[in-house]
């Protein structure tokens, strides 16, 4: 750098500048990019890295947690580019991240600038749900969320309609006489929120189309679009790809093609750090297949089922297939049991073939061979249910490699076989896409989609936690939201810990219908301080139970 700048009088010919905010579970990134002198540029590419200080308190600096690269296109004075990232936050400390921004020239290796960038906070926006569903087509989406100005100073904030889906799309502020296209002007003091609502109308086009509302702030002139993702003409998918750095989860994605699904991958290893989604990324989706392939350690974390049984509380339907995710240390056993329908089992009984049972919604009909890469990876479970578990697969000998729950308010289907054993080219019924077609009709929620009309009532449901992580003598402000429904019976506000165990009650009894906010001292029942570490704050009404996660840093 110091080389090139001797040989220009100490001028770069690239300004940098851009912006960085956390927002949920990610670090948001945008850096511009813009030639400002006659120096030529060639070989343009543009770096975002995300850096974290003192990591696990190991004394280490600058140390990369991400990154992002892509070629940009300056050549001519005043050219500019603007490179956008989210990034997922895994596990890093929030408090001590520094983002930077660079370009260089591919051939020679040579940076033309490197650059700060500085961290913007303003306001926070997003839709929760950010995803929704019509799977018949032809139907209406909803999408609702908080707008809170986070800064330091009073705003004003601009809302704009960006409808990219090509179908009909409004949306309204809060305090607007009705929808709308129009852009809105909201100012916002400190702390203060405001109430968003979006809703696309559809055709019978089955694809997943993406609308925006923009929102600008005045004080940081930052602009922020915030998606809506509608499903249409499919129930919403998420496929969760836990196999490691493997490719079994083509067999799955192959057969949900094959079948018209419309679905997202979820990949732990190449995207997600190995983590898998929480709660807030869970949101809004009818169904989530959860599939380890022949990956046999790091199976669905604590964390992963505490956000499946608040998933599935939401009545969202799960399906998972993997035959080592009874032999975990992490193991859940309030997962497996109340969720997915568990009793007992023995691991590992080898299974060569898989036979269905007669008048089953899932395998009526089925016998198919399984084969397996290497002899040792043939490691089904023989699972015995208990009273809300059915079995619903049988192999050669009769052991039970297959269950179906119905659990509170959702459905799951548990494979304690690897579906990769199976011959994906095989005729119908004895196929994957079968299976999963069959499965994913099972576990369908009872009710979708938005019908067409005026506002419908908000279920009930846990909005946001302020600040998250909670440090040290902080109080959390708890944003929830009842039902004209609930709010008419009895209601409990809970911190429980990653085992489900209760911490501290917070409301037994009746909470008013619409917005309540409350607070968590970071205590526990007996008013000690809580250790650091995961806890879940879980609403129960007699409309639904709903939970957020609360991080305590100490």
Known sequence: MQYRLDQTDWTSPVAIDGHYMVAGSEVQMSATFTKDTNDPVANTRAYLLVLEDDPDNSGYLHIVRAAHEQNISIPNLGDEATVEHNFVIAGWDTEDLDCIAFVQNTGTREIYQAAHIEMVIDFEFAFDPAVASVPEGNGTAEFHGFCTNIGEANDVLTFALDNSSGWTAEYMVEGDPGFHTDPVVVPLDVGESVEVWMRVTTDSDVRIGTDYVDVTSAVSTRTQSTPGNVFNGSPAIMLVDDDGNRADELLVTAALTQSGYLFTDWDTYYDHASEGPGLEDLGGYDVVIWHTGWQTLQLLTPEDQAALMAFMDNDGGFILSSQSYLESDDLDPIFASDYLGIDTWESSVDSEQGVGIDGDPISDGMAFGLTYPQFWWDRSDDVTPNAIGTVCMLNEVGSRIALRAESRAARSVFYAFSINGMDDSAPD??????????????????????????????????????????????????????????????????????????????????????????????????GNAVGAGVYYIRLTTTENSDAIKAVVIR
């Open 429 to 526: 019924p004895n196929n994957p896409r079968t299976l999963l077609e069959r499965s994913i009709e099972y576990v369908m929620p009872s009710s979708q989609g938005v019908e067409d009309g005026p506002v419908v009532a908000l279920p009930s449901a846990l909005r946001a936690i302020e600040p998250n992580p909670l440090g040290g003598g902080q109080a959390a402000t708890l944003r929830l939201r009842l039902s004209e429904h609930a709010a008419a019976g009895a209601a409990r506000l809970d911190v429980v810990d990653l085992n489900g165990r209760l911490v501290r009650n917070l409301v037994d009894g009746a909470l008013p219908a619409g917005i309540s906010t409350l607070t968590w001292d970071g205590r526990d029942a007996r």
